[in-house]
């Protein structure tokens, strides 16, 4: 179908939420992505930190078919032998005694982080305990509770009434100031991602987390976005050095199908009929979960993974190197990076121009282009995107 065509059936059946771009993209083979023209692209986006092993992955597609072959769904309420492998994985690759929930995307894992901790405020303890605190900029979600989690007030002006007991800290230094008898948890993302790729300092961050502890009050990391390799660990936790109550994942776990999964220590909060999920866990994403875990455990093992990233790394620094009047500096781990644009329209420019050059690229937070590229990205295709990034920047 020609653009023009996808565009007018767009804009006439689907709400205009997104300011969208008008490609169509066809096909994808790991970090390269052709249009419904033939015209090719680099993908530093991975669909914003989806599809960790690339487009098209073999191993990935093989295990997705073969699943729909025998059974896609069956229901929560029977055993799903793919979706008890997926949890032993995650459960195993973090390190931490803890068992999952599955849901299909990170909102709704930020939902039942929430909830486990809400009704630990209620069952722990006399007094009932509901707080939670969030961090400025932060992003947890769409959904009118994760919404109201999100430290960005400019996103709650409609929508109301929200949810009482959410409360936000400027940084993660006044966290502590902010803690009372109401608090139950704290819940942060280690890399505020849509926030601009903005890490919190370690020592800091292990500083609060024992402070927390020593409380009582829940420590649940937001790891829709840094999870699964992201920032170079299994978990940002880990590189972190940190034990969380609960943690999330989604975005990069299904390598494109919706997944999203909380994790907690705390086991027996939920009991039968607290909580649930129609296609949370069915066998579709959690077969395709499965095969991401294998190719990035492997991945990780190999070293390879750690090389890429430093390569990734090396490149990102260089283009900043390059063009210090646009670029102020880069930002941080693994390939989850950014580098600080001098204002929004030049960052709008170069997402623009690095299109028409042939590479997708993202913004994040008003001021950083952002690059969530495969995990499997090859030396040649990080190559080949900084050709074109250099290209479109250089024409500014
Ligand atoms: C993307 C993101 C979410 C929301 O995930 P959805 O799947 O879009 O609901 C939540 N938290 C963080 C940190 C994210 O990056």
Request: aromatic fraction near 8%.
């Amino acid at each position: 179908m020609q653009v023009e065509v996808i565009q007018q059936m767009d804009e006439r059946f689907v709400l205009p939420t997104y300011g969208r771009q008008n490609i169509s993209i066809v096909e994808g083979n790991n970090a390269r992505l052709k249009d419904s023209e033939g015209k090719e692209y680099i993908d530093f986006t991975s669909g914003i930190g989806v599809v960790s092993i690339g487009h098209g992955n073999e191993r990935l597609s093989n295990a997705v078919c073969n699943q729909v072959r025998h059974i896609t769904h069956i229901s929560n309420l029977y055993l799903i032998e793919p979706q008890a492998r997926c949890a032993q994985k995650i459960v195993e690759s973090s390190g931490y005694e803890m068992q999952c929930f599955f849901a299909n995307s990170g909102a709704e894992a930020n939902e039942g982080a929430i909830k486990i901790a809400r009704k630990y405020g209620e069952v722990d303890g006399e007094a009932k305990r509901y707080k939670i605190i969030t961090l400025e900029h932060s992003f947890h979600g769409r959904t009118i509770t994760a919404l109201k989690a999100t430290g960005q007030e400019a996103m709650h002006n409609y929508f109301g009434p929200f949810p009482d007991g959410f409360v936000y800290a400027a940084s993660i230094d006044e966290i502590e100031s902010l803690l009372d008898d109401h608090t139950v948890a704290v819940m942060i993302e280690l890399v505020q991602g849509e926030g601009g790729v903005q890490p919190l300092v370690r020592e800091r961050v292990q500083q609060l987390a024992a402070v927390l502890k020593e409380k009582n009050i829940l420590l649940i990391v937001d790891e829709v976005q840094t999870g699964v390799y992201r920032t170079g660990e299994f978990l940002a936790s880990q590189l972190y050095d940190i034990e969380p109550d609960i943690i999330t994942l989604a975005k990069g776990l299904g390598g494109g199908l919706p997944i999203g999964v909380v994790m907690t220590s705390k086991k027996g909060v939920l009991q039968a009929g607290d909580h649930g999920s129609t296609f949370g866990g069915n066998y579709l994403s959690t077969a395709a979960a499965n095969v991401v875990l294998e190719v990035l455990n492997a991945y990780k093992e190999s070293g390879v993974l750690d090389e890429m990233m430093l390569y990734f790394e090396s490149q990102v620094t260089a283009c900043q190197r390059t063009f210090p009047e646009i670029f102020l500096h880069s930002v941080g781990f693994g390939m989850m990076r950014g580098l600080r644009v001098k204002d929004a329209d030049t960052l709008a420019q170069v997402i623009n121009r690095s299109r028409d050059a042939g590479l997708l690229i993202l913004k994040a937070g008003k001021n950083t282009l952002r690059f969530l590229p495969p995990l499997t990205i090859t030396k040649e295709e990080i190559d080949e995107g900084f050709v074109r990034l250099k290209h479109a920047v250089a024409a500014l």
